[in-house]
């Protein structure tokens, strides 16, 4: 079957680094994209991975690994409007065209 | 003007009130989703038009029925639901076919009160 799993809540402080893990269970795997989710909003795109290694893009980079079934987000020089939810989704073409299988979203928390 | 917009953004209905949820896209894309996003759970697939055509069912009840009268307009109308329908609708376009790598853009979301 397909399964996504991402930690539930993280908490972080402001200026620091933090790594939200991902893992993975598909038959189809074609790309991995991370969204930001601020509550009560739309979630927003971040990143997209399909091939392995790491993506960067300002303060956001999303890594990926086909073979273990692994991503992460990192973010750094975290700021207080980072606060928010992450989360993975996986593209897997076996199930459809058309849908993303979905992790429950990380809540990141950040301190002062 | 925002790529993809729904209202209204709140409502609240009685379980015997008959309701629709309406979702516009400005991006010229040909998928258009609705999701359904309950506290602490994953974002689960409701409907998917490709092309205006219904493409994806996933066991949602017959309380909700999808329209979609054309690739920018996407509707979902509710009746008769249940308080479990309470939840963050959202709606969301793409641009699918094989070579597909593009994102999803959501829409706001309507939060739903079933009472």
């Known amino acids: 079957g397909q399964n996504i799993d991402q930690p539930t809540e993280m908490t972080a402080t402001e200026g620091a680094i933090v790594q939200i893990n991902c893992t993975y269970q598909?038959?189809?795997?074609?790309?991995l994209f991370w969204y930001q989710q601020h509550a009560g909003e739309a979630p927003t795109f971040l990143s997209y991975?399909?091939l392995d290694g790491l993506e960067e893009k300002g303060r956001f980079s999303s890594f990926l690994s086909r073979s273990k079934g692994y991503s992460y987000l990192l973010l750094k020089e975290l700021q207080m409007k980072d606060s928010a939810s992450y989360l993975c989704a996986v593209r897997d073409t076996r199930v459809s065209n058309y849908q993303l299988i979905w992790g429950a979203g990380t809540k990141l928390i950040i301190k002062p | 003007e925002t790529g993809v917009t729904q209202t209204p953004r709140h409502l609240v209905m009685g379980m015997t009130n008959k309701k629709s949820l309406k979702c516009e896209q400005h991006?010229?894309?040909?998928?258009m989703y609705w999701y359904k996003q309950s506290a602490k759970k994953p974002l689960e697939l409701m409907f998917v038009y490709n092309f205006k055509e219904q493409t994806e069912n996933n066991s949602v009840p017959s309380r909700f029925s999808p329209e979609c009268p054309n690739s920018s307009h996407l509707f979902l109308h509710l009746h008769t639901l249940q308080p479990e329908d309470s939840a963050l609708y959202l709606c969301a376009s793409s641009q699918e076919g094989p070579l597909a790598d593009t994102e999803a853009f959501f829409g706001q979301g309507t939060r739903l009160t079933v009472v």
């Open positions: 991006l010229g894309h040909n998928a």
């Open positions: 991975n399909v």
């Open positions: 598909t038959s189809g795997f074609n790309g």
